[in-house]
């Protein structure tokens, strides 16, 4: 992908209601996905992404007509390009939202459940930021509200950038909760003696500099939000106090590059609380316990529906005086 690129995948919605009462479909502006295996859309022979466009709004009808199916363009598209995404995005008629919430990692595991679970609310948008839209399959078939999916990786911050950019057209500018949900985690059982310094930086990367480029891009609009708060998921392993030595703890595995770089993420999150507190932001670093993912392994005691669960619960409940806490999934402060 070409860096500022942008891929959304292509998903197909219908109105919640059917009803031929013009008052009543005024009236219904949010919408619903259709099931996991929607219809087809209707044929049409795009050449260029220009065409594309210009067919699916067709298709859509201006903002006073009916709109019982869309879809989302397809890139990736290059900045040279972009007059036509950002036409897209121009006449993406968004329902009315309370709430915009951006959450990368949103393809899988404890990111995918807090799409699954914040779009519950008709009132909210839900921005999926994804690196790989070819792996997404099950935030495609998401029968859930409100939303919509990005291409960048947190890796890329001209990646980042474009995809914030996009995300002012949709979310008219503002943003009010971000979750940095994507992170890597490999070799748990290495030591750190055994580490390099190739695989040591790219859980750097990725879980450190990934998540506070994030943060950039996407700062002037939680500037403009309600909530204006932040949350980076990290680790309980990667408190100082829990790896004391004297403490006679056996920490098997090692998680060594994992909780180095949540570590490093737990300090940039004070850092951002005291530069950015005066702005009335609540910056929280939240550890989402042992969880059954791809990353948790298969016997943790939580599912991600039930960390999930808990994790909003905590998150729904800061407060001003939160800001810059290392805290774990039940609300409780945890020692940096």
């Known amino acids: 992908m070409a860096p500022g690129g942008i891929k959304r995948i292509s998903t197909l919605f219908r109105s919640k209601s059917h009803s031929k009462d013009p008052s009543s479909s005024k009236k219904s502006k949010h919408l619903q996905a259709l099931p996991d295996e929607p219809e087809p859309p209707t044929p049409t022979t795009p050449t260029t992404a220009t065409s594309t466009v210009n067919a699916t709004s067709r298709r859509r009808g201006g903002r006073g007509g009916t709109r019982d199916t869309y879809e989302d363009l397809l890139g990736p598209v290059s900045p040279p390009a972009r007059s036509s995404p950002t036409q897209f995005l121009e006449e993406f008629d968004q329902p009315i939202t309370d709430r915009v919430v951006v959450v990368t990692g949103a393809s899988r595991g404890i990111g995918l459940e807090f799409v699954r679970q914040l779009s519950q609310d008709p009132r909210t948008l839900i921005i999926a930021v994804i690196r790989n839209p070819e792996t997404a399959s099950k935030l495609v078939q998401l029968t859930s509200t409100q939303v919509v999916a990005v291409h960048a990786d947190v890796t ?10 996009d995300v002012a057209r949709i979310s008219k500018g503002k943003v009010d909760l971000l979750i940095n949900c994507a992170a890597i985690n490999t070799d748990a059982k290495r030591p750190l003696a055994e580490w390099d310094a190739e695989g040591l930086n790219a859980h750097l990367a990725t879980n450190v500099t990934g998540a506070v480029s994030t943060i950039n891009a996407f700062l002037p609009l939680l500037r403009k939000g309600k909530e204006k708060r932040v949350i ?6 990667s408190s100082l106090a829990y790896n004391d030595p004297h403490l006679g703890l056996d920490i098997s595995p090692s998680f060594a590059a994992y909780t180095i770089s949540k570590c490093c993420l737990n300090l940039a999150t004070r850092k951002y609380a005291v530069e950015q507190g005066k702005e009335g932001f609540c910056f929280v670093a939240l550890s989402a316990g042992w969880v059954r993912t791809d990353m948790g392994g298969p016997d943790a005691p939580l599912s991600p529906q039930e960390a999930v ?4 619960k905590v998150i729904d409940g800061l407060k001003l005086e939160d800001n810059g806490k290392f805290l774990h999934i039940d609300g409780e402060e945890i020692e940096f």
Do not use: R, Y
């Not at 890329?156 to 950019?165: G, R």
């Not at 980076?232 to 392993?237: A, D, E, Y």
């Not at 669960?309 to 909003?312: D, P, R, S, Y």
């Open 156 to 165: 890329d911050e001209a990646s980042l950038k474009a995809a914030a950019s």
């Open 232 to 237: 980076n998921l990290t680790s309980g392993m």
């Open 309 to 312: 669960a808990q994790l909003i």
